[in-house]
């Protein structure tokens, strides 16, 4: 069923994408959809990525701010030390910090995270008579909400998922989560994030998960909650889909993800 359109909003945003060389082929459409498709005033578009030269051309071009990642984290990469069943995932959990590094790369107070293999398709806002408006998914995994009752000592409010790709940050909110963590353990949130990941799973922190149930327990009343609408498309059929099916999947789908793992 096609749904109506948003209205524009009038609250200013940066967008900060996560990215890798492994996502050049789909960065660029993941850019201009985001332009196109995301109704708030856009201040800066701000890539946040190993410093690779590829990755540096490409955000000249699509006139992108560049931010090399070993700038923004507070921990360096290759002191993190997660892999499980010899499956290394520092650089999983690396971009989850990232996305909690916004007061580094973001000028704006509210700042739309965007996975760099998702393209936004259809029009979107984010903020709702002054609500934040979080989309919610399909997934339900487990260890995201055990990692989010250790981390903050209380149980998740959310029966939904947060993990849909992208999110909407706002820096107070961001800092008072760090802040929360920080005064509970006595030590830096992002040590205390990594002392806190469920080890035992590829896939044991979510920082989605955790900022969405953050803001449900502490700002009451503060967001709206919609459903996602996301297709997973194979990286095999990216071409054919920007060029022909865009149109048909905007009448159903808000987003289309090409993930990685997706060939």
């Not at 945003?13 to 109704?39: F, Q, W």
């Not at 990469?77 to 007061?103: A, C, E, H, M, T």
């Not at 259809?122 to 260890?143: Q, S």
């Not at 909407?168 to 353990?185: A, C, P, S």
Request: hydrophobic share 35%; glycine share 4%.
């Amino acid at each position: 069923m096609t749904q109506a359109h948003p209205v524009r909003s009038n609250t200013r945003i940066d967008i900060m994408i996560p990215a890798a060389p492994k996502d050049l082929s789909v960065l660029p459409h993941t850019i201009e959809g985001a332009r196109r498709n995301v109704r708030h005033p856009i201040g800066t578009v701000a890539v946040v990525a190993p410093d690779d030269p590829d990755i540096r051309a490409l955000c000249k071009k699509y006139k992108c701010a560049f931010f090399d990642e070993a700038a923004v984290v507070p921990i360096a990469k290759n002191k993190i030390d997660y892999s499980v069943n010899g499956v290394d995932r520092s650089g999983w959990i690396f971009q989850q910090l990232i996305k909690f590094s916004g007061n580094i790369v973001c000028s704006e107070e509210h700042y739309l995270v965007i996975d760099a293999d998702t393209v936004f398709i259809r029009p979107n806002t984010f903020k709702e008579n002054g609500k934040t408006v979080f989309h919610y998914a399909d997934e339900y995994h487990l260890p995201y909400f055990i990692a989010y009752e250790k981390l903050l000592g209380e149980k998740p409010l959310s029966p939904k998922s947060f993990c849909t790709h992208y999110m909407l940050f706002e820096k107070t909110k961001v800092d008072r989560l760090k802040k929360t963590i920080e005064e509970r353990f006595r030590m830096p949130w992002y040590d205390a994030i990594l002392q806190h990941v469920d080890r035992t799973h590829t896939s044991g922190f979510a920082d989605y998960e955790t900022y969405g149930n953050f803001v449900l327990s502490h700002y009451p009343g503060q967001t709206v909650m919609k459903y996602w609408h996301n297709r997973s498309l194979t990286r095999s059929v990216l071409n054919k889909t920007i060029q022909t099916d865009m149109q048909k999947l905007a009448a159903k789908y808000n987003t289309v993800s090409f993930h990685s793992w997706n060939k």
